[in-house]
Nanobody, 118 residues
């Protein structure tokens, strides 16, 4: 059974930092694109960042570009999201996604809550 488990969320003050981790089990994703998404209360889920299998291609939403960094460790089957200079508008549940095929991700985690206080 494939599982993606996010961790590292929590409550932080504006301007602070958090590092999210997503550990995959059940299969390896070393050849697959992985990404992070978020969903704030009352809003649709939105793209945050994505990383290619070899970390050669990184993509970011305009709202987080320059503040967030996505990375991965294929040996650990893990993808990370380093979040700096956090803002209250970054408050959301953050989801990890893996294996981008057919213009959508095949696997999703359960999410981790990030709350940024002003």
């Amino acid at each position: 059974q494939v599982q993606l488990v996010e961790s590292g969320g929590g409550l932080v003050q504006a301007g602070g930092s958090l590092r999210l981790s997503c550990v995959a089990s059940g299969r390896t994703f070393s050849s697959d694109r992985m990404g992070w998404f978020r969903q704030a209360p009352g809003k649709e889920r939105e793209f945050v960042a994505a990383i290619s299998w070899n970390s050669g291609n990184l993509q970011y939403a305009d709202s987080v570009n320059g503040r967030f960094t996505i990375s991965r460790d294929n040996a650990k089957n893990t993808v990370y999201l380093q979040m700096n200079s956090l803002k209250p508008e970054d408050t959301a549940v953050y989801y990890c996604a893996a294996r981008y095929t057919g213009y959508k991700y095949e696997y999703w985690g359960q999410g981790t809550q990030v709350t940024v206080s002003s």
